[in-house]
């Protein structure tokens, strides 16, 4: 075998793995890490906000791909919980998974992360607020390292690792066939890597390509769930008594008309508005800067509808991304609306923006997002904005500005044991890719996890 291991994408879940494994180890275990992106110092997006002002679909995107994965340019924040960002303790148990995501958490912290504040909505008042207003916080720490502090933790650990690990960047793997003994890496250009134990760390970006490889292994997997909604941007001011105790609040609410779960999610203070190309499609997102000197006046958050259809409906990624499509057909990238347009059934104009007291971060395109986003799914944000408008006054304003469409795509969950194996043994797979998790923490934890089993494995 050329290898031990072999690790398939260098986001959080295959860096974490690749530190386990080599400083754990008894005696050297030589890993070899493909990544289909960049290394960290050469991950640019082309979006300068003067040249280029959206998303020009690069072949691979920056922002997604390269080391350090989708959270690169993230806004790092570390949330230490089992009740959201995955279901990791499903399969290794509720503790285990809290002591991991807390392990994972010391070394962000020794290798630049020292500092940062730690969050928790532990005894805070605003729970009962929350409850007051038929608003639900869900329990949490979060570490805030920000976008700055957050690239200088991977630009450190790339450091440790380059001289423990064969790292081979801008490689995309083709294929994973099982042979005698362990399995092969096909690479794009024909070539073949062996190891006797292979962990698939793809993330979201490699969903299509996960589902292909359990196609041709017969992995079962099991999907059903889409989450489509906006992300709010309003003043700073607003969401002060929420963001300056919790940083990010995760709340949930149950919509009156049709009892549809919606939910707050990636909470940025003083953020900034993103947009983000997955397979080709121009979604939203957002982050934040530790550092106050690039600080904006505007909090954003996403407002989340949960789908889950049932069959014979399979495909829900495929219905998030029509929505999406949609909106990308209309306007041209991302769209953005007053919250008083949408109220009172007119699109935004770039004059109505223009003239309003929230000034966007993102350029996006002024337009009417009832046109996009379903009713049902737009009934529910907008019942949730007057929920919050209770407990943040001011979330209600006709300025807030709705940007469309945030669509959180969730892996089909491939089945694996308490190991996160397949049913192949030595065949791994872990992070948002998985299935399993959708948070950094829980996907940074699964790589750990594999890893100390890996270790257990290669001893006997
Ligand atoms: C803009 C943005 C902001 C976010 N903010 C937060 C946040 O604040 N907090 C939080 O908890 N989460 C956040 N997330 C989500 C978080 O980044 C992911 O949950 C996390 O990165 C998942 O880690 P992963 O290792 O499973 O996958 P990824 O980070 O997606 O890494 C997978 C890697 O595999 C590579 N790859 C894919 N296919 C192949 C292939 N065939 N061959 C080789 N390589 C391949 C990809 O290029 C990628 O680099 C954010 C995501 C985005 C996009």
Redesign the pocket.
């Known amino acids: 075998m050329d290898y031990d291991v072999l690790i ?8 974490f793995s690749a530190w386990e494994l080599t400083e754990k180890a008894e005696s050297p275990v030589r890993v070899a890490v ?4 960049s290394p960290l110092d050469r991950r640019k997006c082309p979006i300068d906000g003067d040249r280029v002002k959206s998303c020009v679909r690069c072949k ?1 995107c920056s ?17 230490i919980t089992n009740d959201f ?2 279901t990791l303790h499903e399969h290794i148990g509720k503790a285990a998974a809290m002591k991991l995501m807390r392990y994972v958490d010391a070394i962000n912290l020794r290798f630049g992360g020292e500092g940062t504040k730690l969050y928790s909505t532990a005894n805070s008042a605003i729970k009962q607020l929350c409850l007051q207003n038929g608003l639900h916080l869900l329990n949490a720490q979060v570490r805030h390292l920000g976008t700055d502090i ?1 690239y200088v933790v991977l630009e450190n650990l790339y450091q440790a690792l380059k001289d423990r690990v064969d790292f081979f960047f801008n ?4 294929d994973i066939r099982r042979i005698e003994g362990g399995y092969e890496a096909v690479l794009e250009d024909g070539r073949i890597v062996t190891a006797s134990r292979c962990v698939i ?6 969903s299509k ?2 589902e292909g490889i359990c196609r041709s292994l017969n992995i079962p997997t099991h999907s059903n769930r889409v989450d489509i909604g906006v992300r709010v941007e309003l003043p700073a001011e607003v969401f002060r008594p929420l963001t300056d105790e919790l940083y ?1 609040s995760k709340i949930v609410y149950r919509t009156e008309k049709f009892e549809d779960p919606v939910r707050t999610f ?1 909470m940025n203070p003083h953020g900034v508005v ?1 947009s ?1 190309n ?1 397979n080709g499609i121009v979604t939203v ?3 934040s800067y530790e550092d106050p000197s690039r600080h904006t006046e505007n909090t954003n958050f996403a407002l989340l509808v949960s789908k889950q259809f049932s069959e014979p409906f399979k495909d829900s990624n495929g219905y998030g991304e029509s929505i999406a499509r949609l909106s990308n057909m209309l306007g041209g990238g991302v769209m953005v609306q007053r919250f008083g347009d949408l109220i009172r059934g007119r699109r935004s104009t770039p004059g109505r923006i223009a003239s309003s007291f929230v000034t966007p971060t993102l350029s996006a395109t002024p337009g009417d997002l009832s046109l996009v986003i379903p009713k049902r799914i737009l009934d529910g944000i907008i019942e949730m904005i007057y929920a919050l408008d209770k407990i943040a006054p001011g979330t209600a304003n006709d300025d807030t500005l709705l940007y469309g469409v945030e669509v959180k795509f969730y892996n089909m969950e491939v089945e694996l044991n308490e190991n996160l194996e397949t049913q192949y043994p030595g065949l791994y797979v ?5 299935g399993v ?8 934890a ?2 750990v996890h594999v890893a100390r089993h890996i270790l257990g494995t290669l001893c006997n």
């Open positions: 398939v994408g260098a986001g959080p879940g295959g860096i493909f990544e289909l992106g691979t922002i997604m791909s390269g080391f350090g994965g989708a959270g690169a340019f993230s806004d790092g924040k570390y949330n960002g995955g957050n490689t995309p793997v083709r760390s793809v993330g979201r970006s490699g390509w996960m990010e990636c993103v983000e997955t997102n957002g982050h872990i992070g948002d890719g998985s998790t959708h948070s950094l923490s829980h996907a940074s699964s790589g």
